[in-house]
């Protein structure tokens, strides 16, 4: 078998978030973790998250927002939650735990929320809760023998077998071990500043300061605009938290820019730049993230997780681009010169 492609470590944040443009919308959610009780045990999810419409003219106008408060298990499973706006099904999704059956659930519950933000913070949730305990290996030596010494199952992969399960973890990549497992004293991260742009600083709904002990945060920016007779779409994402020289460190970091045809929801082009990921290997998904070109975006949730299973996706950038399905509801809000 011939060995995985590797590529250069993807090293190099894109920094904060670029400017708002006139007559675009802009959708920015951020989850954050934080585990009062220290290693091992429960721990706390806050989502947040904002559409913001930039018009051509006049002041910003904030469309949407929604939040959330998830106390989660070790396992990963739906202690308790608490959002707003609420949902009279909501209280379902106790006892689910993350992944595919977290999603299954959020769609079975509460479909008929879908193209919100709450929605999109919800299905956030499996792919933020399975990174988030990365943040630790930031601030314990003796991380990895700690997490096996602790007797902790893990939630990834085949119980902890990793192999083929992404791009990454292509069976004989570098990021795995002999038995499967992955080797994170060869992960690499990279040291980011804030995302919050200083020349624009109603361009993040409000983050709250993170330091001083180990926390995790997924964010992501999604911009939209329509120029050239299409929808242009501008997309961040980083898996990051704070280290203890008093910076930020990130694990991963994706840049996706797309145009979508309007009339049906067909992606019609897509850039992936793959900044900041942990293993050589990693990087090949952006290539393979082209095969998504020509499908309609409205069905990304599903067909996204198909087209880009196993060694063909990479689980983080399949999550940045499953939220492009959210697109078209944003589209509607757009405003058009005429409309000014």
Not at 48 to 71: K, M, Q, S
Not at 192 to 200: E, Q, T, Y
Not at 233 to 240: K, L, M, P
Not at 247 to 273: K, P
Request: with cysteine; hydrophobic share 40%; charged share 20%.
């Amino acid at each position: 078998m011939n060995a995985p492609q590797q590529f250069p470590f993807a090293q190099a944040s894109a920094g904060p978030a670029p400017l708002r443009r006139p007559g675009s919308i802009r959708r920015t959610t951020s989850i954050d973790s934080d585990w009062p009780d220290g290693f091992g045990k429960a721990w706390i999810m806050t989502g947040a998250a904002r559409d913001l419409l930039t018009p051509f003219n006049g002041d910003a106008v904030e469309l949407a927002t929604a939040d959330y408060r998830i106390r989660t298990s070790p396992m990963r499973e739906i202690l308790e939650i608490a959002a707003t706006p609420d949902h009279p099904r909501l209280q379902e999704l106790v006892g689910v735990r993350a992944g595919g059956a977290s999603r299954r659930a959020l769609e079975a519950a509460l479909g008929d929320i879908q193209g919100t933000t709450l929605f999109q913070l919800l299905d956030d949730f499996a792919g933020a809760s399975l990174v988030a305990g990365w943040i630790w290996s930031r601030w314990t030596e003796d991380w990895q023998k700690r997490v096996s010494g602790s007797g902790q199952k893990t939630t990834a992969g085949n119980k902890g077998r990793m192999v083929n399960v992404c791009t990454g973890f292509t069976e004989g990549a570098s990021s795995l071990l002999e038995d499967g497992s992955v080797d994170h004293p060869n992960q690499s991260s990279t040291e980011v500043g804030l995302l919050v742009n200083p020349d624009d600083p109603m361009g993040w709904h409000d983050l709250p300061e993170q330091q001083g002990r180990p926390m995790a945060r997924r964010a992501r920016r999604i911009d939209i605009w329509r120029a050239e007779g299409v929808i242009k779409v501008d997309a961040g994402f980083q898996d990051s938290g704070p280290n203890p020289q008093g910076t930020r460190t990130a694990v991963h970091e994706y840049r996706v820019y797309a145009e979508i045809d309007e009339t049906n929801d067909t992606l019609l082009s897509l850039q992936v730049l793959p900044l900041i990921l942990p293993f050589r290997e990693c990087p090949g998904a952006a290539m393979k993230a082209a095969r998504m070109v020509g499908q309609n975006v409205e069905g990304f949730r599903h067909t996204v997780l198909d087209t880009l299973a196993g060694t063909l996706g990479c689980t983080h950038l399949n999550d940045v681009l499953r939220a492009l399905a959210d697109v078209p509801a944003l589209v509607r809000a757009l405003p058009t010169p005429s409309d000014e």
